[in-house]
C-alpha cells in the first residue's frame, strides 16, 4: 500500500448535469470574470425590485442593496460555484483503523427552492482502510463550505459531502454523514414554522449496516455533550 501524502482536487465535483447548483461556466472565475457578474447582478437585481415596486433608489438604506446582494452571492453565498477550493492532502492512516468523527460542523447555505437560507450542523464520520488516507479535520469543514456556498436542497448537500469525503478517503470502509438543518424557508414563508429541523443521513460501506456498531458509536458520538444539537 502506498505509504504517501496524496493530493485530491478536481474529481471531487459531484453535481450532476442538469441541476443548477453546480459550478457556474468557466470555473474557477477569474476577479475579472466576477467583477463583471456582479456588475450585471447588480443591474439585475435592481429591475427585481422595481418588478417589486419598490422605490429603492430613493432610499439611503436601500439604494446599494441591489450591488450588496449582488456582492453577497459572488463572494459568500455562492462562493462555491466560483471559487475553487485549494487541493485537499491525505495522509496514511498509519494502523489506525477505528472511527473518525467531526461533529458540528456549522452549515450557511441555501435552498435551491426557495432561495432561503439553511443554517445548522454537519456531522462527519469515516474508517480508513487497510493502508487508507486520512485527512485533516479542517479539510472537512472545508468541504462543507464548497458545497454549502453553493445552495442545495438538503438531501443534495448531503450526498456531495459524503461522496467528496468517500472520494479523498479512497480505500475508506465506510462514510457517514448526518446535517441538522433549520431552513429558514419553513420559518419565515409558507407555514412559518420555527424551531423544526431536519435531518439528512447518507451512510455507506460498513455504516449502512444496522447491526455493525459504527454506526451506532457514530450516532452515540452526537449525543455526548453536544452542544444542544440533538439527533
Ligand atoms: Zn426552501
Known amino acids: 500500500m502506498e505509504n504517501k501524502r496524496r493530493k485530491v482536487h478536481e474529481e471531487l465535483e459531484v453535481v450532476q448535469e442538469g441541476f443548477a447548483n453546480g459550478v457556474a461556466p468557466g470555473f474557477p472565475l477569474s476577479k475579472d470574470d466576477k467583477a463583471e457578474m456582479i456588475d450585471e447582478a447588480e443591474i439585475a437585481y435592481g429591475q427585481f425590485l422595481d418588478a417589486l415596486r419598490c422605490d429603492w433608489r ?129 420559518s419565515c414563508r409558507g407555514v412559518k414554522h420555527q424551531g423544526a429541523a431536519m435531518v439528512t443521513t447518507k451512510a455507506s460501506g460498513v455504516f449502512r449496516d444496522n447491526k455493525n456498531l459504527s454506526r451506532k458509536e457514530f450516532f452515540d458520538s452526537l449525543k455526548i455533550n453536544n452542544g444542544g444539537h440533538n439527533i
Not at 67 to 81: H, M, P, Q
Not at 84 to 90: C, G, H, N, V
Not at 161 to 169: G, L, P, R, W
Request: glycine share 12%.
Open 58 to 186: 430613493n432610499d439611503p438604506n436601500s439604494m446599494e442593496t441591489p450591488r450588496r446582494v449582488a456582492k453577497a452571492y459572488v463572494n459568500d453565498l455562492w462562493a462555491g460555484r466560483y471559487t475553487a477550493m485549494s487541493p485537499i492532502t491525505s495522509f496514511p492512516s498509519d494502523g489506525y483503523d477505528g472511527i473518525i468523527i467531526e461533529r458540528n460542523i456549522p452549515l450557511t447555505s441555501m435552498c435551491s427552492h426557495h432561495h432561503q437560507t439553511i443554517g445548522g450542523a454537519v456531522h462527519i464520520g469515516y474508517i480508513a482502510g487497510e493502508g487508507g488516507q486520512v485527512i485533516g479535520l479542517s479539510k472537512l469543514n472545508r468541504i462543507v463550505e464548497l458545497f454549502g456556498r453553493r445552495g442545495a436542497i438538503q438531501e443534495q448537500l448531503t450526498s456531495a459531502i459524503h461522496n467528496a469525503v468517500s472520494k479523498i478517503t479512497d480505500g475508506n470502509k465506510g462514510v457517514i454523514v448526518t446535517i441538522v438543518g433549520t431552513h429558514n424557508c419553513v
